[in-house]
């Protein structure tokens, strides 16, 4: 939503040459000239709306995706069997086992499990997650490479399935390696001076595109290392995100979040357009102390 300031009017007051005759009259309040109407400049407003394009457009594609809960039972299940990532697929030691989907599967599995969610909480789960980091993440990006790394850390998050779960026949469906790549990527620049979550914040926009700080110096910040173990801690205790669905069970498949986790941590910059910190000012961006008192 662009909201539109109003400017201030104009105003052209032409001054003739004083005479002697004139001078006198200066001497003396002009109650006779028109009042000049006051125009009043409207504050700008902050915007209601203040999600890029790029996510809404994620969040509103998973919404229409899991519209296929209505799907009669039957159909429902084959949408998950076809599109869900099952590492038994992978399997060559069991050739009779016939899998929905068949040598395609393989390949599209790996990205579209991820757009699938087994109920309104989960997906409700991943969205909110998304929205703080996502959006900063989509801003600093741009739609193209921000659609391309959610699918890479998708990726990432059902390789690492893959390997903890090599016979599992459950299929594996939501985005939480996706949010948590993407919350990864984020924390690279989160806490920089002028960032989202830093204490001298700018507006969306430049605050989304503050230089990052070197991998290697931001795990030395404080506070990222605070996220690190608040955020591991959490997956692993609880680990609300992304779920095993099968007949009778449904478990956290947390070792996707951490896949996609360091896919998003380590590959940042191969995705990030913003040009990196210079190594003499990271030290004074990490410490995020403003120069205003």
């Known amino acids: 939503m662009h909201l539109r300031k109003a400017g201030k009017g104009d105003y052209l007051q032409v001054v003739a040459p004083i005479g002697p005759e004139s001078e006198a009259a200066l001497d003396s309040p002009q109650d006779s000239s028109p009042d000049v109407p006051a125009v009043v400049e409207e504050a700008p ?5 203040t999600l890029p394009a790029a996510l809404t457009a994620y969040i509103v594609l998973l919404a229409v995706i899991h519209l296929r809960v209505l799907l009669p039972p039957e159909l429902e299940n084959w949408t998950i069997d076809v599109f869900g990532f099952i590492p038994k697929r992978y399997d060559s030691s069991l050739l009779n086992l016939q899998i929905p989907g068949g ?36 801003r600093r990006f741009g739609a193209v490479r921000f659609f391309v790394f959610m699918a890479v850390t998708a990726a990432a998050g059902a390789l690492a399935h893959l390997v903890t779960h090599e016979h599992a026949v459950a299929p ?48 030395r910040d404080g506070r990222v290392v605070a996220f690190l173990a608040v955020w591991f801690g959490v997956n692993i205790i609880f680990g609300v995100g992304a779920i095993g669905v099968d007949a009778e069970t449904t478990s956290v498949a947390w070792q996707a979040h951490i896949g996609g986790f360091f896919a998003g941590l380590l590959l940042f910059a191969l995705f990030d ?16 102390v403003s120069d205003r008192i």
């Open 273 to 288: 357009p913003v040009p990196r910190v210079r190594s003499d000012a990271a030290d004074a961006s990490s410490r995020d």
């Open 172 to 219: 594996m469906i939501g985005a939480s390696a996706s949010v948590s790549g993407a919350m990864a990527a984020a924390i690279r620049f989160a806490f920089a001076r002028g960032s989202f979550l830093s204490f001298s914040r700018s507006d969306a926009d430049t605050a989304a595109k503050v230089p990052a700080l070197p991998l290697s110096r931001a795990l």
């Open 103 to 138: 040598a395609g599967a393989k390949v599209w599995s790996f990205v579209t499990y991820s757009l699938l969610h087994a109920n309104l909480t989960h997906l409700g789960f991943n969205v909110l997650w998304l929205l703080p980091f996502g959006s900063a993440l989509a």
């Open 45 to 49: 407003r902050e915007p209601i709306l």
